[in-house]
């Protein structure tokens, strides 16, 4: 078991042909990413790395391979459009990975998905990763950009708005010999798809999933509603960190939705929250892992 994509997981990929997306499009194939299609307008008809079909728009793409996942490449301005299109073709998952998309247009799309059968992850997100089985991770599902070497098959839910500190919280898992159910970046603009508590939700329900880490960061209440949701309906050991300690108030950081807006928007009233949830907050990001094990009692 897993969440939101395992193995079987038809996936295409929306800006196949740019050099962005090309590149995380080969190394998915490399990762054993089952991707079927590739959507480039104007260039339908193109193969790429002679296996994967390029399709004009992801209607024609759905219906030819029956894909059920995208990921989406595509600049800025027709980033909202592409996550329409998509969702309009009844993708049922779709991973922004652009960084940079106005918060205007995000609103018309939050609104255009509400009722809609597709979810959205990100945008400005890393993507999602189900390891697979065995040293190369064979059977494996990896969408978006994350370093797939880093992970291995286990029993550890990570979800994070932070792409790198994702990767951190995985590799320190897999050096201490714990593997990784499902990885959900999320993504750190203001307006997202999918939050903290839609995760850990599916995480509860995962049977394969036994332990969450969740790592937040500055702005927003995302991870206050998932510690006041997990203290109430969450059974599973969860360990937590949130960035931006030293971030001076009212300054943006890093990502668009990190900053300070209110007093739960802090770093130290966030940790305060979490722990009074029950969930082990590390004080550093190195000690992520660690902080989890101790909880969990391994």
Request: charged share 20%; proline share 5%; with cysteine.
């Amino acid at each position: 078991m897993s969440i939101l994509i395992d193995e079987n997981t038809k996936v295409l990929v929306q800006g196949i042909t740019g050099s962005f997306g090309a590149r995380h499009a080969k190394l998915s194939l490399e990762y054993g990413t089952q991707i079927v299609a590739g959507v480039t307008p104007t260039k339908g008809g193109q193969m790429f790395e002679n296996t994967v079909p390029i399709f004009d728009t992801v209607g024609e793409a759905v219906k030819e391979t029956g894909a059920t996942a995208s990921a989406i490449f595509v600049p800025p301005a027709f980033a909202a459009d592409a996550i329409l299109e998509a969702a309009d073709a009844g993708v049922d998952l779709i991973v922004c990975i652009t960084e940079g998309i106005p918060v205007m247009d995000m609103m018309r799309v939050k609104s255009m998905l509400a009722g809609s059968k597709s979810r959205l992850v990100g945008p400005n997100c890393p993507g999602l990763v189900t390891p697979g089985h065995g040293e190369k991770s064979h059977g494996g599902c990896r969408i978006g950009i994350a370093p797939g070497y880093i992970h291995k098959r286990g029993n550890v839910g990570v979800v994070s708005r932070s792409g790198t500190l994702t990767y951190e919280a995985v590799w320190q898992l897999t050096q201490l010999g714990y593997g990784q159910s499902t990885c959900v970046g999320i993504g750190g603009d203001p307006i997202n798809g999918t939050s903290h508590k839609d995760v850990l939700e599916m995480f509860n329900e995962d049977p394969e999933t036994e332990a969450i880490i969740m790592i937040g960061e500055i702005g927003g209440t995302a991870e206050v509603e998932a510690a006041r949701w997990a203290r109430e309906h969450c059974g599973k050991p969860i360990a937590g960190f949130i960035a931006g300690a030293t971030a001076p108030p009212g300054r943006r950081m890093g990502h668009a939705g990190a900053i300070v807006g209110g007093e739960e928007d802090t770093a130290q009233a966030k940790k305060k929250i979490l722990a009074e949830c029950g969930i082990a907050v590390s004080e550093t990001p190195s000690a992520m892992a660690k902080t989890l094990l101790e909880r969990w009692g391994r």
